[in-house]
């Protein structure tokens, strides 16, 4: 499973970035391989300063030897060998009428002393964050998500959604990071659940990621903004920087286990402010989106 | 002792804000007065878009009531009542050769089911994080500080400087924030200090704070930068937002207990950029600085 696995995401990503590229139509990926001084590296992917994207990473990687004491700690479990692949992907579009977009697919196994697995499971998700809410473009995405996972098990929409608005909960703020999507992990063989159907409902929701975003980006990305759509585009980017650097898990792990660094923080976007007690205007657009980040609500039924 | 030191902060935070404001020579701090739910308040002053500070805050709190129980977890005690008051301050000048400067100076009393003070300690320090090192100005601040410890310990500034390079150390980064100052915390009565002691060192270090900083601001405020500087600074202040909002335990305590987040966030810098890896020049004034950050050095000898 593991290299079926880290073969279906390396392909992914020369889908994604070549995708990307071309509708960027001016910024090329650059390439940096790094190895893992413990075991294993990855393959990290940078866009930048683009016509469309002014900043984003799709970038792979596949680590493997021993279980960090960290991460021991974190699942609970005595000394063990573990791999771990993923794709994790984070695009800052330039226009802040275009949504930024995080996703990530990933696999992990556990071994026993004679290599033998004693566990593995699935994870991942995609979520949407824009700047200013327009509501037929999160009714779009997450109409791609509910297709996806009804053609896997009709529960898993409802109950994946849910995870992500709970998972991407801005505490200290009060709010949601964007307005959700997909967020899954465990995803453990079952009575009623393989792995191969595991990889099969995972691999899915990857083939349809640009069929969620794209038609969004296409659709926003010569709209007209100024210097305050910019600016408050650049206000709610400190929320993601937030976050990220307090709340986000996987940020979290990968810099307090020897990650790296770059590899991890290429989600932090480009240019970022910080205002005090900003406040939008009473029946802005701007207020618009946070009320929506107050209360996350149901884009399809 | 607890109003004597509410009172002092009160009065050194008007005559840094009366100080600061006139160095400024444009922009005005703006005050917000808070309430805190289960006890006590603060006073919140913010100066943005000045002459010479970008953003900053100079404020002060006092709160009181039951000890949250993250803060119980923290201080590992049962349940109790407790006071804290303090004086934060954090200015981010506009212009890339004038070094951002940090400061705090607190109380903490814990007390007994019949209100009988229990346990109380003083903490606080103040460290500097320029863009571009000048080693003089590097001197001139601790030289400060040594000064001012001296008259109290003659092993305070050791030990103190010592414990700043330790706290302000951006792990993920394997660099300092900056080059350092002062950091003391749970200082207690003991045979050797008693409480009017440490009071009298406290206050000694915020009397002087404006001696060790407004020389370098205005040495520097008026040097000529383009935009090299200006990306540089801002690129290094993310590095100061990674550091507060990964690293910092006072502003995570605070993101976490429930205080007023705009004013523990003041702290964050107005304008940040993140670029992918990037890396100064070779033998640059850039890359001189970051060799300063990752092998803190003796200042004063």
């Given at each position: ?141 997450h109409r791609i998500c509910k297709t996806v996972c009804d053609k896997h098990d009709k529960s898993f929409y409802e109950k994946y959604k ?19 999507g997909l967020?899954f ?12 159907d595991?990889?099969a409902f995972?691999?899915e929701v990857?083939n349809h990621?640009?069929d969620a ?86 884009w399809v039924v």
């Amino acid at each position: 499973m593991k290299d079926t696995f880290y073969q279906y995401i390396q392909n992914l990503q020369d889908e994604i970035t070549a995708t990307i590229e071309k509708t960027d139509g001016k910024a090329k990926f650059r390439e940096d391989l790094w190895k893992r001084k413990e075991g294993g590296g990855g393959r990290t992917r940078i866009i930048e300063k683009g016509n469309v994207f002014e900043k984003g990473g799709v970038n792979i990687s596949a680590v493997h030897g021993a279980l960090p004491k960290t991460m021991q700690q974190y699942f609970n479990v005595e000394e063990a060998d573990f791999f771990a692949c993923g794709l994790s992907l984070v695009l800052h579009p330039k226009n802040p009428f275009v949504p930024t977009v995080h996703a990530n697919w990933r696999y992990f196994e556990m071994y026993d002393k004679n290599g033998k697995i004693v566990d593995s499971w699935f994870g991942g998700g995609q979520d949407l964050t824009p700047y200013y809410l327009f509501e037929e473009d999160a009714t779009h995405f997450h109409r791609i998500c509910k297709t996806v996972c009804d053609k896997h098990d009709k529960s898993f929409y409802e109950k994946y959604k849910q995870a992500c608005d709970n998972y991407f909960w801005n505490a200290h703020r009060d709010e949601a990071r964007g307005i959700g999507g997909l967020f899954f992990d465990y995803c453990k063989a079952t009575e009623e659940k393989q792995m191969t159907d595991w990889y099969a409902f995972v691999t899915e929701v990857g083939n349809h990621f640009l069929d969620a975003y794209l038609p969004i980006v296409e659709k926003r990305k010569n709209l007209p903004y100024g210097e305050k759509e910019r600016n408050w585009q650049e206000i709610r980017r400190g929320r993601y920087v937030e976050f990220n650097l307090v709340h986000d898990k996987g940020t979290l792990f990968g810099l307090k286990t020897n990650g790296r660094i770059e590899s991890i923080l290429m989600s932090l976007p480009p240019q970022v402010q910080w205002v005090y007690n900003f406040e939008p205007e009473k029946n802005s657009r701007e207020e618009a989106l946070i009320n929506v980040l107050k209360n996350p609500k149901e884009w399809v039924v």
